[in-house]
């Protein structure tokens, strides 16, 4: 299996040497040459496998020979095994069609860890074969730098930095990021927001002398890796409600666009998936941009669900790149034009393409504390905001033939604040991590420049 760079022009690469890279030479994002598809029967006789067994072989003909069936069905093992469900991914009914996909169960109460576990298990195999080292550099709205701290810590051929904005995450996500004791951890508050986390992190990728020399690895979403371990669970719960012999519909909340892009990939390999909806917050460029056919980017607005505060929905690209054919210099183009103008249009053809796969909706602050309250009151489940974002957005479109299926993206003790603001109880964090708030903090504090957030990585690294 080749991987191809969304903007054409970088070399293609393994499974492994994409992952270990991230983000392309040229600017764009890993995809695989190729997307598998996963002939029917094979997909009925996933049924009634564990979500191990289901995780290997949906994700098996993505790796291709960078690993053997036997260390990758162990390292999909090790992945999970610290989950706190026996399910991994359990599937939840809220009304007659309607159903709750939870996936918070993992070591930081977020879906980012089935990636981030897994990807953890697979940088270790892959680099202590290879004799290297890397540091990794992440951005973070809250959720992916606990995840890559916790799947990280204490691995000898890795140091991780995570860039989060200083004062916009939750206490519970920034304690998970600060409070591991290992010397490869490194917590990093910058001045400034998500995007400009994420913005510095791709100028970082961009400095090449900087990239080579300390053997810069990325673990966002961008990294196909984090894609394909989320393929899984749409398997898992879609073959639960009758797939392949009945059609499953998503709700996804989006910022990044890289749950809801692995979902896409499901349906592309033949998993009949109907409808794809995008659920955001008041943050909504994509739901905008469905429909008005403009990319338009502006300032992010603060919400209750910071894990989707975000204006540069990097997946976007990948979906893109579909959407225009496969045509690498048209997604060149647009993504010059976003750096330039921070706003670009879709095309016409690629917008009805779009429209084909994904829907949209967006949740306010207002009408996001109402459905936590809501939802409780009528299903006695107590959702996070990111969750009850996506409850919402599917719950609008009534009760339809098609199953729903709404992910829980994080486990509401992360949230305990708007939680309790809407429905009056105060989420307890599950007992296996009760001590959080007593642990001691270690940050460092870094301006929004450059060079010297290079400067601090050299140093550190060189210790
Ligand atoms: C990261 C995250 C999201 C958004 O996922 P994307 O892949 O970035 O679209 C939603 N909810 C929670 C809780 C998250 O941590």
């Not at 916790?150 to 916009?168: M, Y």
């Not at 913005?199 to 894609?227: C, P």
């Not at 349906?267 to 429909?291: F, S, W, Y």
Request: aromatic letters at 8%; charged letters at 20%; hydrophobic letters at 45%.
């Amino acid at each position: 299996m080749k991987y191809i760079s969304t903007r054409g022009k970088a070399p293609e690469l393994t499974f492994e040497d994409a992952m270990l890279t991230g983000l392309a030479r040229d600017g764009g994002l890993y995809i695989p040459a190729e997307i598998p598809v996963m002939p029917k029967a094979e997909i009925a006789a996933l049924a009634g496998l564990s979500y191990e067994e289901i995780a290997f072989r949906v994700m098996r003909p993505f790796v291709g020979d960078a690993f053997t069936d036997e260390d990758f069905a162990e390292i999909i093992q090790k992945a999970y095994a610290g989950f706190g469900h026996a399910a991994r991914a359990p599937l939840v009914q809220l009304g007659p069609n309607d159903f709750l996909l939870e996936l918070f169960h993992g070591p930081t109460l977020a879906f980012k860890d089935f990636a981030m576990q897994l990807i953890g298990q697979l940088f270790q195999v892959a680099l202590s074969r290879r004799g290297e080292r890397v540091t990794i550099v992440g951005a973070t709205s809250g959720d992916t730098g606990s995840a890559a701290i916790e799947a990280f810590r204490g691995l000898d051929a890795v140091d991780v930095f995570i860039l989060f904005p200083n004062g916009r995450v939750s206490e519970v996500q920034r304690r998970q990021m600060t409070t591991p004791t290992e010397a490869n951890v490194h917590a990093l508050a910058l001045e400034g927001d998500f995007d400009d986390c994420q913005g510095k992190l791709k100028d970082m990728f961009n400095d090449f002398t900087f990239r080579d020399e300390v053997r810069l690895a990325g673990v966002n979403s961008i990294n196909w890796a984090r894609v394909l371990a989320q393929v899984v669970y749409y398997f898992s719960s879609a073959v639960s409600l009758g797939a392949p012999h009945r059609e499953v519909s998503f709700t996804v909340p989006t910022g990044n666009f890289g749950d809801i892009f692995a979902g896409y990939i499901a349906k592309r390999m033949g998993l009949p998936i109907r409808d794809l909806v995008i659920a955001t917050n008041q943050n909504d460029i994509l739901h905008r941009t469905l429909e008005t056919g403009a990319y338009t980017t502006q300032a992010v607005a603060p919400s209750i669900s910071p894990s989707m505060d975000i204006q540069v929905s990097s997946n976007f690209e990948r979906a893109l790149y579909f959407a225009y054919g496969g045509d690498g210099n048209a997604v060149a183009q647009l993504m010059a034009e976003l750096k330039e103008k921070g706003a670009f249009p879709v095309s016409q053809g690629a917008l009805e393409s779009l429209r084909e796969t994904f829907s949209s909706g967006r949740v306010s602050e207002e009408e996001t504390l109402a459905a936590i309250a809501k939802f409780h009151a009528t299903t006695g489940e107590v959702l996070c905001p990111h969750s009850a974002i996506a409850a919402e957005v599917a719950a609008r479109r009534g009760t339809e033939s098609t199953p729903m299926v709404a992910l829980a993206t994080a486990h509401p003790a992360k949230f305990p604040d708007a939680v309790e603001r809407a429905c009056g109880q105060r989420p307890a964090l599950p007992a296996r991590m009760a001590d959080l708030f007593e642990r001691e903090e270690r940050l460092t504090e870094v301006p929004n420049d450059l060079a010297a957030l290079e400067a601090l990585i050299r140093e550190r690294i060189s210790k």
